[in-house]
């Protein structure tokens, strides 16, 4: 029984997140989808403008497409997990909602939206493109699990500390600013000089 009033109190969450999150703004899920589209083709853009080929393969979108949006999916899960604590305090004082069906609702919310535009953006660029593929979908899958379990680690890590600590949220965002550039989407790790 408690597993199904906990279930439902995450649906309720989850309904609650996408008509707060989506349903404000014109355009609604629209943003979700444009704004990773919109990353992808400036990438695309100015470095095929500079450069003749991708580091990998000929595809420079499918390139950037296969780097970024996994990191895009870490961010937003650690970004939306953080806060989940503080957005959902008021509906917190009900004895039926809890600190854990915030977290998770914002997680389940949140990995589904960006697992349906990763989908449908590599399955747009793949149809686009010319380029031959032989997609390995167990490597996929595990890319984006561990994306997904790094976001949501990192997320609740945050949840709590912006609570207890609350200038660690802009010290957080302040540290993960490089990580865009470290995490290697714009570059292969190949290509960082020998001692480092």
Not at 68 to 97: C, E, H, N, T
Not at 107 to 112: A, D
């Amino acid at each position: 029984m408690t597993a199904l009033v906990a279930g439902r109190a995450t649906l309720a969450l989850i309904l609650r997140e996408m008509s707060t999150s989506y349903g404000r703004t014109p355009g609604g899920y629209l943003w979700a989808v444009a704004e990773p589209v919109a990353a992808v083709a400036l990438l695309t853009v100015v470095f095929a403008l500079a450069f003749d080929h991708p580091p990998i393969g000929r595809d420079f979108a499918l390139f950037y497409a296969s780097g970024y949006l996994p990191f895009a999916y870490y961010s937003d899960l650690v970004q939306k997990i953080g806060v989940a604590l503080r957005f959902s305090r008021p509906l917190m004082a009900y004895p039926k909602v809890s600190w854990w069906d915030a977290l998770m609702a914002r997680f389940l919310l949140n990995s589904l939206t960006n697992l349906v535009v990763i989908g449908l953006v590599l399955g747009a660029i793949v149809a686009l493109s010319r380029t031959p593929l032989r997609p390995d979908a167990g490597a996929l899958a595990a890319g984006l699990g561990l994306a997904a379990a790094l976001g949501a680690g990192l997320g609740v890590l945050n949840a709590f500390l912006f609570e207890a600590f609350p200038i660690w949220e802009r010290a957080w965002a302040i540290l993960n600013r490089p990580l865009f550039i470290l995490s290697g989407v714009l570059f292969l790790p190949d290509a960082v000089p020998r001692p480092y």
